[in-house]
């Protein structure tokens, strides 16, 4: 049963990486997950992605140590930057969080350059 889609889409990523895919197809997509795998593709964990008939073709970069939805989706607020990356990322400086915001979906580095807080959408690393 598919509670959460961008759980599901994360996980499977995850998976096929692990088992060294360099290809996977998400079922089902939505506007969420594509800008959550900009994300990715901008910090350079993915190669790309195109959408094709409800569903996304990831190409697989083979930089992916662990991904995964942050549940419950915490509120961020604009000073409390380092106590989300302690909490889901291995080291300092070491891979990152996506988030959602006013301005958009957006890495964690780049809600600290706007001087914007959000919701916690999914990790990389």
């Not at 006013?102 to 890495?107: A, L, R, T």
Request: net charge positive.
């Amino acid at each position: 049963m598919l509670l959460d889609p961008l759980a599901n889409a994360l996980s499977k990523i995850y998976n096929y990486e692990k088992a060294g895919k360099r290809e996977v197809v998400v079922h089902p997509s939505s506007r969420l997950i594509e800008r959550v795998l900009e994300v990715f593709r901008e910090e350079g964990y993915i190669e790309g992605f195109e959408r094709e008939e409800g569903k996304l073709r990831v190409r697989l970069a083979g930089r992916i140590n662990r991904c995964g939805a942050i549940k419950p989706r915490h509120s961020l607020k604009k000073g409390e930057y380092e106590k989300w990356e302690k909490r889901f990322l291995p080291a300092s400086g070491l891979g990152t969080i996506v988030i959602t915001s006013s301005q958009g979906i957006m890495s964690l580095s780049q809600a600290r350059e706007k001087g914007v807080g959000g919701k916690l959408l999914a990790y990389v690393y």
